[in-house]
């Protein structure tokens, strides 16, 4: 497959690379991103990360 790679990276540092000119509000997987970690992020870049949290029917 055209473009895979084997190298291992954490998507949470390659965030801060796809957020300049981001501003307020940003989504995120909550498999990927946990309450301290959305803080961090919050302090650093003014961006408020949100996972989207799931209803007890969401399945």
């Known amino acids: 497959m055209a473009g895979s790679s084997t190298n291992h990276i954490d998507e949470r540092e390659s965030l801060y690379e796809i957020v300049p000119g981001i501003q307020g509000?940003?989504?995120a997987d909550?498999?990927?991103?946990?309450?301290?970690?959305?803080?961090?992020?919050?302090?650093?870049?003014?961006?408020?990360?949100?996972?989207?949290?799931?209803?007890?029917y969401d399945r």
């Open 25 to 27: 509000l940003l989504l």
């Open 30 to 56: 909550k498999g990927l991103i946990g309450q301290d970690y959305q803080k961090d992020f919050r302090l650093e870049t003014g961006i408020d990360l949100q996972t989207p949290t799931r209803g007890k």
